[in-house]
């Protein structure tokens, strides 16, 4: 009885979903077919584009119609900026090594702070720039929890 070589697109053993691709024609005629939708999308975008700017140009109220889309997209703008809220306060990011209890993340919440990550022995946390190390231990420690070490400043 004859054996069979290992097929060339799969390591021996390795599971069929981690194949590799059939070889580079076949990553061509993937590429090929990307890039051929992309050039349709940017041809179809540009008769797009030049399609308005006749109709908007060459209608009986052109120039008129230009004027109010800028008009009309510069107030969006003022309004967006307008409502839109100011930047975020300066965060801070720590890491505290602490046995993570239930009520670990009501405590965090009720102090405006962010839980991150919570992994079985530390918290990934996200504060507001003014909280110091300190303070931080002792919001932990009055709650319950048992520090390992200080909270570590990440950024």
Do not use: C, N, Y
């Amino acid at each position: 009885m004859e054996h069979s070589k290992p097929s060339p697109r799969r390591a021996p053993g390795a599971p069929a979903a981690f194949r590799a691709p059939a070889g580079p024609r076949a990553r061509r005629t993937r590429h090929w077919r990307r890039d051929t939708v992309e050039l349709a999308a940017v041809f179809l975008s540009v008769t797009a584009a030049d399609l308005i700017a006749k109709v908007v140009v060459h209608g009986p109220e052109g120039p008129a119609v230009l004027v109010g889309s800028a008009l009309a997209l510069l107030a969006v703008t003022l309004l967006h900026a307008w409502v839109s809220p100011h930047a975020p306060p300066p965060t801070t990011l720590w890491r505290v090594r602490t046995t993570v209890l239930a009520h670990t993340p009501t405590t965090l919440a009720d102090h405006r702070i962010t839980l991150l990550s919570l992994h079985p022995q530390e918290l990934f946390l996200r504060t507001e720039h003014s909280v110091t190390p300190a303070v931080l231990t002792t919001l932990l420690t009055t709650t319950g929890h048992t520090l390992q070490d200080a909270p570590t400043r990440i950024a």
